[in-house]
């Protein structure tokens, strides 16, 4: 009986150190997603933990571009604990974000990537409301025929969670 029980502690062990593969990173741990060439986030999803004060995030991608793209990945657009509104160039669309989580503040710093090409431009633009109140789950889907392009936020310290808006526009020809 005790080899059963040392079995199934080490596989529990195992279990809790596994990542949930519902999502591309793991409570206070970096998060580096990037769609595939060619193509831009059309979905994210996260979900906040009060115990960890962080989210976990996953994404879905689709086609954009029919020709190559030039793409660059910003630097930090936020501090700890501080708003920030980050938008792509002129004609480029949100294709990758990057960030890690401080416990010290509770928050991450945002890193964002952008892809354009020469025969891709963007037109009749819009935000969203906030998809989430604090501590709360959310699933943003582009409307049809749209491209993120921005992303806003803003940190509150009561809850050490932040709200998130999105914009998008649609693509026209060049």
Request: include cysteine; aromatic fraction near 14%.
């Amino acid at each position: 009986m005790k080899r059963a029980s040392v079995i199934i502690l080490l596989i529990a062990g195992v279990l809790a150190n596994e990542k949930d593969l519902r999502w591309q990173n793991s409570y206070d741990q970096p998060l580096d997603f990037t769609c595939p060439p060619g193509q831009s986030i059309s979905r994210i999803v996260s979900e906040h933990n009060n115990k960890h004060e962080d989210r976990v995030w996953d994404f879905a991608c689709k086609a954009t571009f029919a020709s190559s793209t030039s793409c660059f990945t910003s630097a930090y657009v936020n501090d700890f604990d501080k708003p920030f509104i980050y938008q792509c160039p002129s004609h480029q669309v949100i294709t990758g974000m990057n960030s890690y989580h401080e416990n010290k503040h509770e928050d991450r710093r945002w890193k964002f990537t952008c892809c354009g090409s020469n025969n891709f431009c963007t037109d009749s633009c819009g935000w969203t409301n906030y998809v989430n109140w604090f501590d709360e789950a959310f699933t943003f889907e582009m409307p049809p025929n749209t491209y993120l392009v921005a992303v806003e936020s803003y940190h509150e310290n009561h809850h050490e969670d932040r709200r998130w808006r999105y914009q998008y526009c649609t693509k026209r020809q060049c």
